[in-house]
């Protein structure tokens, strides 16, 4: 009897022994829930809005690769059956102590509140690369802020180490998959199938459809404030991965950002500092695409280089699928064109051309860590004569929705790129409408995209790599 009720019990696996998310009465974070009910008080509790990276813990994913994640704004409805690793853990692994011996002799931590962040950021790229360059170390712990140390030592401590780091291979969780676990006043549902997604979605009403939850999770506190139902997306297999066919991809909602970038690595790298920059590791590693994209914001970083992309929506309701071009998904400030009950499943992606090319850039206050202010992607089809086919051109932070710069574009074909500023600021003011508010005026906003023009003008004539942000 006792094992049956075990087998229908949630439970997750931390530090490599599982766990039972028994006797809790709220929709809690895994931070809580590892520091109150494990006493695993090595990871702290700092901004607990995901940013300062003092909560990190390790996660496996379905390949028994490591990626950091935020404890602060991860609930434990979206763990299950995950192998979860804390500080505690890591420790205690023979394989993990020469990374924190090379951190401790380069005197990499004082006060020591950051460090057990910092050393779950550094494993994880240890486990991957054997010797990163300082910029993939950067980016690595751009998710951790250290107040006291600075992070120079912190750099030397990971340069230090020659080796990759090993870990044990996840446990995988056997026997029947969990459909509801009941947390207080929160019922999270696991649909495992398209058709049982259908089914939840044609009966019932009164929802929260939840994959990564970076944003939602930030609002949706411990307290349990109401009775709620959480439809958890992510153990829908064609919903988590992305599959490759002949000319184009199709991305499921729920991959993440950390996969999706692994697709730009490969087929769209000029958008690689745009994703990086999305977000931390941390944030990467649970954010996803149909996230990005669900929340309608305007500055939003996904939506212009699936513009630029010509890429389409499938959106999944009671009746089944429909697909629409994602120019038409965005209907207002915040608002696109989901019915009741709809939800977007994938997205199918082109594959570009030997004679594109493509260009991304954001702008924002911060280099890492911040929303955009406003971004630009673009896409040029030229012949063998550098004459310009075809050119697209989209931006997010001028107006109410991502926009797609027609008149701009037209201008840039018909010119052949060889515009001036006059017919540029003319076309550039009938596409767009930037408002003015914490993060520019109106004029910075229309004065910076005529720059990031000017730059990508730079790039395509010159047939250079794509220019930096941070280059002049």
Known sequence: MEKKNKQSEPSFYVNFEKVYARNIDNNISLLNFLRHNCKFTGTKEGCSEGDCGACSVLIFDEKGSLAPVNSCILKVGQIIDKNIVTIEGASKLSSAKPLIQALNSKAASQCGFCTPGFVMA????????????????????????????????????????????????????????????????????????????????????????????????????????????????????????????????????????????????????????????????????????????????????????????????????????????????????RKNALKRNELIYKVKVPKTKKEDSIFSWKLSKRYDQDISTLSLAAKLKMDKNHTIENIILSAGGVGPTPLLLDKTSKLLKDSNLRFNQNSLITALNHDISPISDLRGTAKYRSAAMVGLIKKMQRSAISGEKQHSIMSI
Not at 129 to 141: A, C, G, M, R, W
Not at 178 to 185: M, R, V
Not at 195 to 217: M, Q
């Open 122 to 333: 550094a494993l994880a790229l240890k486990e991957k690369y054997k010797n990163p360059s300082e910029s993939v170390i950067h980016d690595s712990l751009s998710g951790n802020l250290c107040r006291c140390t600075g992070y120079r030592p912190i750099v030397n401590g990971i340069q230090s180490l020659k080796e990759k780091i090993k870990f044990p291979m996840p446990i995988n969780s056997k026997g029947l998959k969990l459909k509801t676990a009941i947390f207080g006043k929160t019922t999270y549902i696991y649909p495992d199938s398209k058709k049982e997604l259908i089914e939840f979605i044609s009966k019932e009403k009164n929802y929260t459809v939840l994959s990564g939850g970076t944003d939602w999770n930030l609002e949706a506190e411990d307290s349990n404030f109401k009775e709620q139902k959480i439809l958890f997306l992510n153990n829908i297999k064609e919903m988590s991965t992305i599959k490759t066919k002949t000319s184009s991809f199709e991305i499921g909602a729920c991959v993440t950002l950390s996969k999706f970038e692994e697709l730009c690595r490969e087929f769209f790298s000029p958008f690689l500092d745009t994703i990086i920059r999305f977000g931390s590791p941390q944030i990467r590693t649970a954010a996803t695409v149909g996230g990005n994209l669900g929340t309608s914001s305007p500055i939003g970083d996904l939506a212009p280089l699936f513009f630029v992309l010509e890429a389409e929506l499938s959106l999944l309701g009671p009746k089944g699928e429909r697909t629409i071009p994602i120019k038409d998904f965005f209907k207002g400030y």
